[in-house]
């Protein structure tokens, strides 16, 4: 692909010559991999959970199918480890409830506990203190497939969903992710399903209870409670409380009610006013659900709050050939992924998508490469960015009702949850079709309003951004027995906020209320070693590779004590051979800050930082010179890096992601802007 530059290219040897190289084979190979309709994507790789939960998920509905079994059964298997063991994350330990969910999938597969693999991996389960410490969730998966009690865990009431959203632990008090999913869990939770699987699962088992270590006196007091809601749904809902299915629910024959016989006025809870209530809830909780449907069928675009909300739905009485179900199953084969192996065809999936948060970011990176703003490849990607924009409300309006709609999300269907990272990220990709002060179509020019206007209104009070919703910050709901796993709560992060000051800047807000308030939240976040903290990638090096750039764009000056701090932390975590690398480890160890073998990726967001910061001669640093020459020699021969290590965050200690794409975006965006930096165009 031809693509325009702008400029003349700047003629020099050694480190710049060979950037310039580097830089030309990255451009035109992430030029490439543009969809004909405008859009980027690149793979949204994560680990096995979500290919066990799916074949549980088909085992539970009763559609489970042996060809699907079997390829995501090869998936499974091809990322165990010697150990017998999967991580979270490429290289990182292994995870309890991670192996704990891909040997159930393997059972469902199959796969005898006697064969080596499984033993070995049974054996490090119970070594760990097997099911019996595993997370919620786990324990959630393995109490619908009957192989763990309701009863050992934590109740989540339905009449949570009439809690106003100023009283303590509504549903607004969780991060949008979270509250996708605690609503259709605590339809699940009163219904109390048990599926059972032909087998079961004592090898995994020690019959020893973890100790409870944590004497915080809100989860002291929480945990009591808990005790407390197990005691009243005894007693309230005595008759009829389980439903225990042998084998897999009836075949589907036709669309039914959303709430079936089983929470009907006459149905198993009797006529009390607890029972009234219940049944009301449900049905709410119900509604709820089904409103947050996307068009292709999804929740969120995600996959927990996805795969709860088909279970949910289906105990309420909705058959699978009911339209929301059948479109619920469908849609996950969007995000289905099926290869050719050397034993047989994969499958796995991804936990979810990311094309528009792909196509800003490569927008970005072309333009810092000297894309033209009107080559076909620039107008493409901004015509399909335009039409993503979210056009309706979202539950962000609960905290922000009187804000107007305007902002993009990360997905190609979620229209209910818009997030400020990614419309900030499309204010500097638009800017780079259609630069300030140019010529800007009308449509883009409203949109563009409409995304700084509500960008403003989702500032959070104390001057920093959530990423979905504004002042998103109570504590007290990690608290709760029922959130031992991933991020529940949505605050104000440093990389989010820097995103957003830095694309308000670049509209010419530097000077705004806004974004003095946001350069004051960064400023007050930035850690005593002189770095950030990276919420949605890893870790201290992409947190101060966002803030280092932002801060620059509102005006703090290069000579500023806090951006020669993170300039010289930056410095001192230089890999010996140039590039910089952050294990995610750091996020539960943050003495491990900075430190990890190096990746394209890291090493890009670092530059980018010491550029901004370094001023004219910014080139001139040999730190910089160093970390374009990592670039240079690890480039492969296709223009992309080789990058296993995952460097995004969906959840810092629990989840994590290795966004395909940023092997490629970001150096292509660090190399341009050196070269730029030489005082000629990339």
Known sequence: ?????????????????????????????????????????????????????????????????????????????????????????????????????????????????????????????????????????????????????WDALPVIPPELIYLPAWFPLNIYDWGCWARQTIVPLAIVGALKPSRALPFGLDELKTGVAPSGKDRDPWSVLFNGLDKALHVYEKAAFRAGRRRSIVGPPAEPDGPRPAIAASVSPTGRWGKGPAAAVRRAALRRCAEWVIARQERDGCWGGIQPPWVYSLI??????????????????????????????????????????????????????????????????????????????????????????????????????????????????????????????????????????????????????DGGWGAFDADNDRQLVNKLPFCDF??????????????????????????????????????????????????????????????????????????????????????AHQNADGGWGEDLRSYDDPALAGQGESTASQTAWALLALLAAGGPRAAENPAIERGIAWLATTQRADGTWDEPQYTGTGFPGDFYINYHLYRLVFPVSALGRYLRALGGAA
């Open 312 to 461: 949910a739905l289906n105990l309420l009485g909705y058959r699978l050939d009911h339209p929301v179900m059948a479109r619920g199953l469908e849609g996950l084969k969007r995000f289905t992924i099926i290869e050719d192996g050397p034993d047989g065809p994969t499958r796995r999936l991804e936990a979810c998508q990311s094309p528009v948060w792909d196509t800003v970011l490569a927008m970005v990176a072309l333009g810092d490469a000297g894309v033209a703003p009107d080559d076909p490849v620039m107008t493409r990607a901004a015509t399909w960015v335009l039409d993503e924009e979210t056009p309706g409300p979202g539950d962000w309006q609960v905290r922000r009702p009187g804000t107007e709609v305007g902002g993009w999300a990360f997905e190609f269907d979620n229209d209910g949850y818009p997030d400020t990272d990614d419309t900030a990220e499309v204010l500097l990709a638009l800017r780079r079709r259609w630069p300030v002060g140019g010529a800007t179509p009308p449509r883009a020019e409203d949109a563009i309003r409409r995304a700084v206007q509500w960008l403003v209104g989702m500032q959070s009070k």
């Open 1 to 149: 692909m031809t693509l325009t530059q702008t400029g003349p290219q700047a003629g020099a040897a050694g480190t710049p010559e060979a950037a310039r190289l580097t830089l030309k084979r990255a451009r035109d190979h992430l030029a490439g991999l543009q969809h004909e309709a405008g859009w980027w994507q690149g793979e949204l790789e994560t680990n096995v959970t979500m290919d066990a939960e799916d074949l549980m998920l088909r085992q539970f509905l009763g559609i489970a199918t042996e060809a699907e079994s079997a390829a995501a059964a090869r998936w499974i298997r091809s990322k165990q480890r010697d150990d017998g063991t999967w991580a979270n994350f490429y290289g990182g330990p292994g995870d309890l409830s991670t192996t704990i969910e891909a040997y159930v999938a393997l059972r469902l597969a199959g796969d005898t506990p006697d064969l080596p693999h499984m033993k070995t991996a049974a054996d490090w389960i119970v070594g760990c203190g097997g099911i019996e410490a595993s997370r919620v969730f786990t324990r959630i998966w393995l109490a619908l497939l009957g192989q763990w009690s």
């Open 486 to 571: 991933g991020a529940v709560i949505d605050p104000p992060s440093a990389d989010v906020t820097a995103h957003i000051v830095e694309a308000l800047a670049h509209e010419g807000m530097a000077g705004s209320r806004a974004v003095r308030r946001g350069v004051t939240w960064l400023l007050k976040a930035q850690e005593a070693d002189g770095s950030w903290f990276g919420r949605w990638g890893a870790n201290y090096v992409y947190g101060t590779g966002a803030v280092v750039p932002a801060l620059i764009a509102a005006g703090v000056k290069p000579g500023k004590p806090c951006i020669r701090r993170a300039v010289a932390w930056l410095e």
